[in-house]
T-cell receptor, first 115, second 119 residues
Framework: DSGVTQTPKHLITATGQRVTLRCSPR?????VYWYQQSLDQGLQFLIQ???????AKGNILERFSAQQFPDLHSELNLSSLELGDSALYFC??????????????FGPGTRLLVL | AQSVTQLGSHVSVSEGALVLLRCNYS??????LFWYVQYPNQGLQLLLK??????LVKGINGFEAEFKKSETSFHLTKPSAHMSDAAEYFC?????????????????FGKGTKLSVKP
């Protein structure tokens, strides 16, 4: 158990809908990362937050957005869902979020299926 | 830009045999390199990481990896495979360039190598 929690574990929805994925980082970690894992794209970095502020963006679609709240939990919002958004979404956390070899701890993921 | 290439999407070994999973990186700055393992229906777990302290890095579950700058490689090895090692293994490099006034910490992953262990 990494200490990172994600809810829900599974999500089934329809095209055009909007969903929210939730992540609670390890106690003491200030930075949260979101990754998408799909069969065709592999593991891709979406976005990073540090202490409530957006720190870095990766291959995140405009239909996707995220935020980190004062209690440091984070939410990833996916809207106007398409079939291709079906994937496993991971949240990870780290203490400082500045790279330099810092370990990221991953949650169990949320499996999203868009029908 | 940084990238990672994992050679072989599937590797199959017999129980007790040597495990060798290959990873090559590309980076214009000194890299930080990681190996993560993903068991079925689970998240990623760190096996080991290279942060420039020592070129031979030992990790959990008997795995180790050697950083070779001249070959831009960071291959993962284990002397004797166990059935419990069957999983998917990911090599990753950490972004270390400056962004938003600080260094960026996201991981850039390879495509992964699925390891099968035959009895």
């Amino acid at each position: 158990d990494s200490g990172v929690t994600q809810t829900p574990k599974h999500l089934i929805t329809a095209t055009g809908q909007r969903v929210t994925l939730r992540c609670s980082p390890r106690s003491g970690d200030l930075s949260v990362y979101w990754y998408q894992q799909s069969l065709d794209q592999g593991l891709q970095f979406l976005i990073q937050y540090y202490n409530g502020e957006e720190r870095a963006k990766g291959n995140i679609l405009e239909r996707f957005s995220a935020q980190q709240f004062p209690d440091l939990h984070s939410e990833l919002n996916l809207s106007s869902l398409e079939l291709g958004d079906s994937a496993l979404y991971f949240c990870a956390s780290s203490v400082h979020g500045q790279g330099l070899g810092e370990t990221q701890y991953f949650g169990p993921g949320t499996r999203l299926l868009v029908l | 830009a940084q990238s990672v290439t994992q050679l072989g999407s599937h590797v199959s070994v017999s129980e007790g045999a040597l495990v060798l999973l290959r990873c090559n990186y590309s980076s214009s700055v000194p890299p930080y390199l990681f190996w993560y393992v993903q068991y079925p229906n689970q998240g990623l777990q760190l096996l080991l990481k290279y942060t420039s302290a020592a070129t031979l890095v030992k990790g959990i579950n008997g795995f180790e990896a050697e950083f070779k700058k001249s070959e831009t490689s960071f291959h993962l090895t284990k002397p004797s495979a166990h059935m419990s090692d069957a999983a998917e293994y990911f090599c990753a490099v950490s972004g270390s360039h400056m962004n938003y006034g600080g260094s960026q910490g996201n991981l850039i992953f390879g495509k992964g190598t699925k390891l099968s262990v035959k009895p």
